[in-house]
């Protein structure tokens, strides 16, 4: 978290903010700016970012727009990355629910005469517990806990509360069967697309100001220019989203691809 203040020109603004009356203008003016509370940013990002993002206006010519694209760019990515953080959280909560639900099914489920023992893999080699008693009765104990609701959820994640209990999480009823063979079977996929979507919205949501604002215009009709495309690439890989070094393409069209492919998420300006 950090909170920082800009002063971008409003008048540039008004597609995005509408409502903003010249006596708002000057209330911002005599404050100084406009505060901004940033939950997803904290100083050493901010620093990063917003001295980078110098070198990314110089290098297109849009200099005189620094602050207003600053503004836009930080507001935006507070709204795109509080989904960004949830998406991949489900995915991992849905993984660690199956993966859980698994180990405690392969104890509920064995046969007394199953052989048991316990693996750790720690960063070199391999450590076990082989003998079955022993193995067994760790097992019984990780599985009683779990069935106690004893088990921190900073650990293994709220989701895995309902996953295993449903409507049954603030009672003492034990795990239900149907219920630990279902969270075993489930199989989350990696939030690729959605998140590929979230920066879909972020670029058009910035492309406005671009084409209403600056030289990185674009002719009527076309989708996007390679100027455009590049900028948003420098711009996605300055907040930590992007990284050249990870793609085989070319930046601008990677973006282009990924536009393309994502168009039914355009997204109009919004306001404060």
Not at 53 to 79: M, P, R, S
Not at 92 to 106: G, H, I
Not at 168 to 183: G, N, Q
Not at 221 to 247: C, K, M, P, S, V
Request: hydrophobic share 40%; net charge negative.
């Amino acid at each position: 978290m950090y909170d920082t203040i800009l002063h971008p020109d409003f008048n540039k603004l008004h597609t995005y903010f509408p409502n903003t009356t010249d006596a708002d203008i000057a209330n911002i003016d005599q404050a100084g700016g406009v505060p901004l509370y940033l939950d997803y940013m904290n100083e050493e990002r901010f620093s990063h970012l917003s001295e980078g993002f110098k070198v990314v206006c110089a290098k297109y010519g849009i200099q005189d727009h620094y602050t207003e694209l600053l503004f836009l760019i930080l507001k935006k990515n507070e709204q795109i990355a509080a989904r960004y953080v949830a998406y991949w959280q489900n995915y991992n909560d849905d993984k660690t629910s199956s993966e859980v639900a698994k180990f405690l099914l392969a104890f509920k489920e064995a046969d007394p005469k199953h052989h048991f023992q316990l693996v750790a893999k720690p960063v070199t080699g391999s450590v076990a517990v082989k003998d079955t008693a022993v193995a067994k009765w760790m097992m019984e104990q990780i599985y009683k806990a779990v069935e106690a609701r004893e088990f921190p959820l900073e650990v293994f994640g709220e989701k895995l509360v309902y996953d295993l209990f449903g409507d049954d999480a603030d009672t003492d009823k034990p795990i239900s069967s149907d219920r630990l063979k279902a969270t075993s079977m489930l199989n989350p996929r990696k939030p690729t697309v959605r998140i590929k979507k979230l920066y879909v919205e972020f670029c058009l949501y910035i492309q406005v100001y671009l084409i209403n604002q600056t030289s990185l215009t674009a002719p009527p009709e076309t989708l996007l220019t390679d100027a455009q495309a590049n900028f948003f690439f420098d711009a996605l890989e300055l907040i930590g989203y992007l990284n050249r070094d990870h793609i085989e393409s070319e930046p601008k069209d990677y973006i282009h691809a990924m536009i393309k492919n994502n168009i039914q998420t355009t997204a109009s300006p919004t306001g404060i």
